[in-house]
T-cell receptor, first 110, second 116 residues
Framework: GQQLNQSPQSMFIQEGEDVSMNCTSSSIFNTWLWYKQDPGEGPVLLIALYKAGELTSNGRLTAQFGITRKDSFLNISASIPSDVGIYFCAGQRSQGNLIFGKGTKLSVKP | NAGVMQNPRHLVRRRGQEARLRCSPMKGHSHVYWYRQLPEEGLKFMVYLQKENIIDESGMPKERFSAEFPKEGPSILRIQQVVRGDSAAYFC??????????????FGNGTRLTVT
């Protein structure tokens, strides 16, 4: 089945550093979403993007919907320990059926 | 927090038994989705339902798995004659439906199925 290429797979950063991760696809999506998953929990929606070129912020998080509609990135500024977790991108064409990336595992050293 | 509610959180079944996983969508949401997640993997789509209708079951295994979302009550994902390979976390999500615009999926905390 279709997959999204999400990178990097994991990141070890110092508290206060900025983080950047991205997702690419071979096909077009109408919606890109970014989720964060903590151990033993379900994914929590961080940002949803609906238009090519759209740049959206949610606190220290910023995400962009690529112009080609085949990619998206997520930036986290000034990371803090509670940013630890796994971040997933997901693409959606119409209703339902999100396609997920394999995740970026973020570790933050205080 | 009237989020997506899943139960049980943990379920242990022996090979050959049946597993029933329940999901109550968020208030105001009429669309339900089931996903499966293996350790260190992303979520894989299984099935998409509206009330009393299966809209897309392209991710469901052809045998032993079924899903329903009755007019009243929660959505049920049913796995018959479970095998060890069915061990995974099963997540339910819900949305308001309509176009994807402004109707993102919200997830529950999952049911972790262990088959012994």
């Amino acid at each position: 089945g279709q997959q999204l290429n999400q990178s990097p797979q994991s990141m070890f950063i110092q508290e206060g550093e900025d983080v950047s991760m991205n997702c690419t696809s071979s096909s077009i999506f109408n919606t890109w979403l970014w989720y964060k998953q903590d151990p033993g929990e379900g994914p929590v929606l961080l940002i949803a993007l609906y238009k090519a070129g759209e740049l959206t912020s949610n606190g220290r998080l910023t995400a962009q919907f690529g112009i080609t509609r085949k990619d998206s990135f997520l930036n986290i500024s000034a990371s803090i320990p509670s940013d630890v977790g796994i971040y997933f991108c997901a693409g959606q064409r119409s209703q339902g059926n999100l396609i997920f990336g394999k995740g970026t595992k973020l570790s933050v050293k205080p | 927090n009237a989020g997506v509610m899943q139960n049980p959180r943990h379920l242990v079944r022996r090979r050959g038994q049946e597993a029933r996983l329940r999901c109550s969508p968020m208030k105001g949401h009429s669309h339900v989705y089931w996903y499966r997640q293996l350790p260190e993997e992303g979520l894989k789509f299984m099935v998409y339902l509206q009330k009393e209708n299966i809209i897309d079951e392209s991710g469901m295994p052809k045998e032993r798995f079924s899903a329903e979302f009755p007019k009243e009550g929660p959505s049920i994902l049913r796995i018959q004659q479970v095998v060890r390979g069915d061990s995974a976390a099963y997540f339910c999500a819900s949305s308001r439906g309509g176009s994807s615009y402004n109707s993102p999926l919200h997830f529950g905390n999952g049911t972790r199925l262990t088959v012994t």
